[in-house]
């Protein structure tokens, strides 16, 4: 079945307690990113990937890392969380070439406290 | 500045009626819109779509329509059934212009249709 998955699905941490969401899709897409659903303000990217080792930032990239090592994964990093990054994240993915609909993840609820 | 502009944040419709969901861009510069449904404590999924050269695309019971001299598009449900009670957020994107393909959304709106 083609997916994207995340992990995990639910997660609560501390303030500064560094935490990687993983993100990987089986369909061999080239293009994958990163979002971040708030009450009020729908859906912002956060970063995206054009390709292994292309990474670029999206609208709301601080306080964010991200990787593309290898085609099906892209992991997103915080390195010290703070709880305005209490957020509902989807991670999406589509064809490189001319595509433009974009397959979402189930999501992964973070709250930083 | 918010480029995809969704000014309804709810709308409710009777069984069987009609559903309109609005949407409202900026950028002249999109080439493509998309309409995309979520349910809670899913992802979104990706429900239809046009393209600038057309005003009409049409899939079962849902139609979207695009005024590009007024920069608006709307997503039309006939008839509506209480499971298509969900946030439609409203996408767009313009490839040739060099954006990757990313998609701008609006803020969504909640659409609950009552039996």
């Known amino acids: 079945e083609a997916q994207v998955t995340q992990n995990p699905r639910y997660l609560i941490t501390v303030t500064g307690k560094k935490l990687t969401v993983t993100c990987s899709q089986n369909?061999?897409?080239?293009?994958m990113s990163w979002y971040r659903q708030d009450p009020g303000l729908g859906l912002r990217q956060i970063y995206y990937?054009?390709?292994?080792?292309?990474?670029d930032k999206g609208d709301v990239p601080e306080g964010y890392k991200v990787s593309r090592k290898e085609k099906r994964n892209f992991p997103l990093i915080l390195e010290s969380p703070s709880p305005n990054q209490t957020s509902l994240y989807f991670c999406?993915?589509?064809?490189?070439?001319?595509?433009?609909?974009?397959?979402f993840g189930p999501g992964t609820r973070l709250t930083v406290t | 500045d918010q480029q995809v502009k969704q000014n309804s944040p709810s709308l409710s419709v009777q069984e069987g009626r009609i559903s309109i969901l609005n949407c409202d861009y900026t950028?002249?510069?999109?080439?493509?819109f998309l309409w995309y449904k979520k349910y809670p404590a899913e992802g979104p999924t990706f429900l239809i779509s046009i393209s600038s050269i057309k005003d009409k695309n049409e899939d079962g019971r849902f139609t979207v329509f695009l005024n590009k001299s007024a920069k608006h598009l709307s997503l039309h449900i006939v008839p509506s059934q209480p499971g298509d009670s969900a946030v439609y957020f409203c996408?767009?994107?313009?490839?040739?212009?060099?954006?990757?393909?990313?998609?701008?959304f609006g803020k969504g709106t909640k659409l609950s249709v009552k039996p």
């Open positions: 990937s054009m390709n292994v080792e292309v990474t």
């Open positions: 996408a767009a994107s313009d490839l040739s212009g060099g954006s990757q393909g990313n998609l701008i």
């Open positions: 999406a993915s589509k064809t490189g070439t001319g595509g433009y609909e974009q397959y």
């Open positions: 950028n002249s510069m999109f080439d493509y």
């Open positions: 369909m061999n897409h080239e293009y």
